[in-house]
């Protein structure tokens, strides 16, 4: 099964907002509300965000919100914060013989 | 404090085996799914493996289908990856991350370990 489609890379400046669209199936994205969403920094573990499409775990910023229309869920940053430059993956929950899929993964540059 | 701790990471030849563990702490581990997800160098995370709470259910990403078992053992709060007929493409850290409580329906990992080196070379 194919990886969620994200961009290879977006970039924006401080306090600016930016989205990050994550595209799968009928199969995944689009089935369920169990999309996610992870942040890391190069050569860290990967944090979560987002889960359940829309919702924050306690101790995530009010800074970063998700969605979802059809097949492609959305990641949007706003009040970009240098701290913020990192690469963001998308996953959900799928139908397939496998239970789960990511992203290929996003890399945001705070220029 | 929910800690996960690989080990057992290494090199191995191509045709080997290796079997990973994760010894959690700071939570009932036997209330939570688990899984294991790698990231090979320079790339993107790939979700390789889940077991159920009670290890009724286990699924497996295609490229480890057959190859790969995942175990947990509840009494040692423990979880487990047996790989076997390694190959150079699952040359990765392989991550052992915490999926929802068995009491709730969802996809999503809000825990994960520091990480196991696996290097599969000639």
């Known amino acids: 099964q194919s990886a969620l489609t994200q961009p290879a890379s977006v970039s924006g400046s401080p306090g600016q907002s930016i989205t990050i669209s994550c595209t799968g199936t009928s199969s995944d994205v689009g089935a369920y509300n169990y999309v996610s969403w992870y942040r890391q920094y190069p050569g860290k573990v990967p944090k979560l965000l987002i889960y359940?499409?829309?919702r924050r775990p306690s101790g995530t910023s009010n800074r970063f919100s998700g969605s979802k229309s059809g097949n492609t869920a959305s990641l949007t940053i706003s009040g970009l914060q240098t701290e913020d430059e990192a690469d963001y993956y998308c996953s959900s929950h799928t139908s397939s013989s496998s239970l789960g899929i990511f992203g290929g993964g996003t890399k945001l540059t705070v220029l | 404090e929910v800690q996960l701790v690989e080990s057992g990471g290494g090199s191995e030849q191509p045709g080997g085996s290796l079997r990973l563990s994760c010894a959690a702490s700071?939570?009932?581990?036997?209330?939570?799914?688990m899984n294991w997800v790698r990231q090979a160098p320079g790339k993107g995370l790939e979700w390789v493996a889940y077991i159920s709470g009670h290890a009724v259910t286990m699924s497996y990403a295609v490229s480890v289908k057959g190859r790969f078992t995942i175990s947990r053992d509840n009494a040692k709060n423990s979880l487990y990856l047996q790989m076997n007929s390694l190959r150079a493409e699952d040359t990765a850290v392989y991550y052992c991350?915490?999926?929802?409580?068995?009491?709730?329906?969802?996809?999503?990992?809000?825990?994960w370990g520091q990480g196991a080196l696996v290097t599969v070379s000639s």
């Open positions: 700071g939570f009932t581990f036997s209330d939570y799914n």
């Open positions: 359940d499409v829309s």
């Open positions: 991350a915490r999926g929802l409580d068995i009491f709730h329906s969802g996809w999503h990992f809000d825990y």
